[in-house]
């Protein structure tokens, strides 16, 4: 959506070494944003953009306008749902934000018909469904997730955290921390012990978060295969977490395979 940093910056270099021409699209897609949520504030720069596509050798920039991805009304265009999958922890609580990406992403691969598409795995429920949707709808298109980009304290990059105030910054990387201390909770057993387990380690790492200054949203350990909550006996999992820190909201997460799981 813009506003690029070195994040976005990474998933280009990636594209550049899997495919022959890179395409970037950047728009800030209006149906992805809930009441009372940031779209009219939302950060954009595209002169900065561009020089930094540029800069990368990046072949091609698309910057399609509203009516280009949404002729005609709004409200009485198709949509793309991925149920189930997009009633979890973020979209529970932001009920059309699933409905705009994968609606938004399934225009954009129509539009620019990529054998490849690059994503950053920061956003963790976000390209489970983009995967989900891609083979539902049988695009021929190779998903790829990028490992999210941190600053030097943990904290993932993104756009929102220049709603952060210095005194916020300084708190914020507890976050990716807490992440950290709970997986190592988990990897001192070779599968899950039982529901119960989990829960204690959820309920101890939102004090944690709380405790630094955030608003928790959730805090979940999950199956990698289909974000189901972890139960007794399950190795891949995936830690997602969504708090907010004054008028930003952030979310984070960290992979954890215990005993023989595949890495």
């Not at 295969?225 to 977490?241: H, S």
Request: net charge neutral.
């Amino acid at each position: 959506m813009g506003n690029l940093h070195e994040g976005h910056l990474e998933l280009v270099r990636v594209a550049k070494l899997r495919a022959d021409f890179v395409v970037v699209s950047i728009f800030v897609n209006p149906t992805q944003f809930g009441k009372n949520e940031d779209f009219d504030n939302y950060p954009s720069t595209p002169d900065e953009d561009a020089r930094m596509l540029a800069e990368l050798g990046t072949d091609a920039l698309f910057l399609p306008s509203q009516e280009t991805l949404y002729p005609g009304e709004i409200s009485e265009q198709t949509v793309v749902t991925v149920p189930k999958l997009g009633q979890l922890y973020c979209g529970k609580d932001r009920p059309e934000h699933f409905d705009g990406v994968t609606t938004v992403v399934s225009r954009l691969f129509n539009m620019v018909q990529p054998d490849i598409a690059v994503f950053g795995n920061k956003d963790y429920q976000q390209i489970s469904m983009i995967r989900r949707m891609v083979r539902d709808l049988a695009y021929p298109i190779q998903i790829v997730g990028v490992e999210t980009v941190r600053n030097e304290d943990g904290l993932a990059l993104s756009s929102r955290n220049g709603y952060l105030s210095a005194k916020q910054l300084k708190a914020a990387p507890a976050l990716q921390s807490t992440l950290v201390w709970a997986a190592q909770e988990l990897s001192q057993h070779k599968a899950v012990k039982s529901k119960a387990s989990v829960k204690a380690i959820e309920n101890e790492a939102k004090a944690k978060i709380k405790s630094a200054g955030f608003k928790p949203q959730y805090f979940t350990v999950c199956r990698q295969v289909d974000l189901k909550p972890a139960k007794k006996g399950d190795q891949e999992l995936v830690i997602l977490a969504a708090a907010h820190l004054g008028k930003a909201r952030l979310i984070d997460n960290i992979e954890v395979c215990l005993g023989e799981a595949k890495k």
